[in-house]
């Protein structure tokens, strides 16, 4: 080859590399592009992946972190059981995946706090049972923010709704008194429920009865809460008090019972005030409340409800009617799972079981007509096999004793067109067969 040829030969491969390797910058779009298409690619996998797995949450029955009943129930028909958390939270595993074994989304969730249940801890020696007709219930859902709520008697003062933390309270900066009017009368069995939030913790909040539409307090016991020297009954002085310790600092559930002149006060789930004997008027027509508040000590309250009944004994209530009406089997929002402060009516229930060995019983689960009707009368079942297994578990009831029907929305006790009605409707009733 001679050198002109040998030159040539080399001028080509030269050429031949320019010509199919592309320039350094090009090399580096096409390296984007490629990239940038595979994280497409990538991405829209696991956007399809997300898809199928929030399809398969949505066709699923969820099931609260230990309600057995309705794991039961989604196994014996054949469904996929996705576990959720109290909040209604899917619970997930590392990768995301919803997690549908009981047993690890219980594990998963023993690394946080956990209601207890019916019995458990506090809550064994806990007996305030709610009055099953309720008289006034009012949470101030339905008023302006700043308004004086239309269904309470304004006495005096400076009271308003606000809104704090999600919730409506009514707040008082001026000494301020309110009336709850029960038309017919208190009768002689009552409950009394509602939140309270007294930041200063001074002179508190009194409540008593009255016969009078000024809300004058008569001579006689009251019911304070939040008084520096202890909440519970007064009379001229602390008759039987407790300190609250945490209603300074969040919104405090207030319960008490008044049953002929015996009352009993809670916070939370103490019992803080036992008085067999109390003087109140003798034909209450409303319950007034008294706030010692002025505008650098405000006091909240909300979720007020008045309900006829409590504590009743079920035995002679069954032999004489047949059924009794219980609100004191209690449920979280849309779950089946029963709240530990189901446990004196369980309890109730278990003891009365144990002591008549004939006695059989089908439980019922009622609800308001708010959800679709199919949706509760599945979810009146679901409650209702829940009462059914505790009683089983807890109190060696044999199966053969207990039935469980879900009634749904289908036979209200009240018009459901008030909230007092919607919360009468919420039951679960017990009758003798």
């Given at each position: 080859?001679?050198?002109?040829?040998?030159?040539?030969?080399?001028?080509?491969?030269?050429?031949?590399?320019?010509?199919?390797?592309?320039?350094?910058?090009?090399?580096?779009?096409?390296?984007?592009?490629?990239?940038?298409a595979?994280?497409?690619?990538?991405?829209?996998?696991?956007?399809?992946?997300?898809?199928?797995v929030?399809?398969?949450?949505?066709?699923?029955?969820?099931?609260?972190?230990?309600?057995?009943?309705?794991?039961?129930?989604?196994?014996?028909?054949?469904?996929?059981?996705?576990?959720?958390?109290?909040?209604?939270?899917?619970?997930?595993?590392?990768?995301?995946?919803?997690?549908?074994?009981?047993?690890?989304?219980?594990?998963?969730?023993?690394?946080?706090?956990?209601?207890?249940?019916?019995?458990?801890?506090?809550?064994?020696?806990?007996?305030?049972?709610?009055?099953?007709?309720?008289?006034?219930?009012?949470?101030?859902?339905?008023?302006?923010?700043?308004?004086?709520?239309?269904r309470?008697?304004?006495?005096?003062?400076?009271?308003?709704?606000?809104?704090?933390?999600?919730?409506r309270?009514?707040?008082?900066?001026?000494?301020?008194?309110?009336i709850?009017?029960?038309?017919?009368?208190?009768p002689?069995?009552?409950?009394?429920?509602?939140?309270l939030?007294?930041?200063?913790?001074?002179?508190?909040?009194?409540?008593?009865?009255?016969?009078?539409e000024?809300?004058q307090?008569?001579?006689?016991?009251r019911?304070?809460?939040?008084?520096?020297?202890?909440?519970?009954?007064?009379?001229?002085?602390?008759?039987?008090?407790?300190?609250?310790?945490?209603?300074?600092?969040?919104?405090?559930?207030?319960?008490?019972?008044?049953?002929?002149?015996?009352?009993?006060?809670?916070?939370?789930?103490?019992?803080?005030?036992?008085?067999?004997?109390?003087?109140?008027?003798?034909?209450?027509?409303?319950?007034?409340?008294?706030?010692?508040?002025?505008?650098?000590?405000?006091?909240?309250?909300?979720?007020?409800?008045?309900?006829?009944?409590?504590?009743?004994?079920?035995?002679?209530?069954?032999?004489?009617?047949?059924r009794?009406?219980?609100?004191?089997?209690?449920f979280?929002?849309?779950?089946?799972?029963?709240?530990?402060?189901?446990?004196?009516?369980?309890?109730?229930?278990?003891?009365?079981?144990?002591?008549?060995?004939?006695?059989?019983?089908?439980?019922?689960?009622?609800?308001?007509?708010?959800?679709?009707?199919?949706?509760?009368?599945?979810?009146?079942?679901?409650?209702?096999?829940?009462?059914?297994?505790?009683?089983?578990?807890?109190?060696d009831?044999?199966?053969?004793?207990?039935?469980?029907?879900?009634?749904?929305?289908?036979?209200?006790?009240?018009?459901n067109?008030?909230?007092?009605?919607?919360?009468?409707?919420?039951?679960?009733?017990?009758?003798?067969?």
């Amino acid at each position: 080859m001679t050198l002109s040829r040998a030159f040539n030969a080399l001028l080509c491969a030269i050429l031949s590399l320019f010509l199919i390797a592309p320039l350094p910058a090009e090399a580096q779009v096409w390296k984007r592009v490629k990239k940038a298409a595979k994280e497409t690619a990538e991405r829209k996998a696991e956007e399809t992946t997300e898809d199928v797995v929030e399809g398969a949450i949505e066709g699923a029955i969820k099931c609260v972190v230990g309600d057995d009943a309705c794991v039961r129930e989604a196994e014996e028909q054949g469904e996929t059981v996705v576990m959720t958390d109290a909040s209604g939270e899917v619970i997930r595993d590392e990768s995301g995946a919803p997690v549908t074994d009981p047993a690890a989304a219980q594990a998963q969730a023993d690394g946080e706090p956990t209601a207890l249940k019916p019995g458990e801890g506090v809550w064994a020696n806990y007996d305030f049972v709610p009055g099953d007709r309720m008289l006034f219930a009012d949470d101030f859902a339905e008023e302006y923010v700043g308004d004086f709520p239309r269904r309470l008697t304004y006495v005096r003062g400076n009271l308003e709704v606000v809104e704090w933390e999600g919730r409506r309270l009514l707040r008082g900066t001026g000494g301020d008194r309110f009336i709850i009017q029960i038309p017919d009368g208190l009768p002689e069995q009552y409950t009394l429920e509602f939140d309270l939030h007294d930041p200063t913790t001074s002179s508190g909040t009194d409540i008593y009865p009255v016969a009078l539409e000024d809300g004058q307090k008569y001579e006689g016991h009251r019911i304070n809460i939040g008084n520096w020297r202890g909440s519970g009954v007064w009379e001229n002085g602390p008759v039987s008090t407790n300190a609250i310790e945490d209603l300074e600092e969040t919104v405090v559930p207030i319960r008490i019972s008044v049953d002929r002149g015996y009352v009993k006060v809670y916070a939370n789930e103490h019992r803080i005030a036992n008085v067999p004997q109390v003087k109140f008027p003798d034909e209450g027509t409303g319950i007034t409340f008294h706030f010692h508040t002025r505008t650098d000590r405000p006091i909240y309250l909300g979720n007020l409800r008045v309900a006829e009944g409590g504590r009743t004994r079920i035995y002679e209530t069954l032999s004489a009617e047949g059924r009794i009406v219980t609100r004191g089997i209690l449920f979280g929002t849309g779950s089946a799972v029963l709240s530990p402060e189901s446990t004196p009516t369980l309890a109730d229930i278990g003891r009365t079981l144990q002591q008549h060995a004939t006695l059989r019983l089908r439980i019922e689960g009622h609800t308001d007509n708010t959800g679709t009707p199919e949706g509760n009368q599945t979810l009146s079942q679901q409650r209702a096999e829940s009462v059914r297994a505790f009683l089983m578990a807890e109190y060696d009831v044999a199966p053969d004793r207990l039935e469980a029907i879900g009634m749904g929305q289908s036979m209200p006790a009240a018009s459901n067109e008030t909230e007092e009605g919607r919360q009468t409707n919420r039951r679960v009733e017990l009758v003798r067969l």
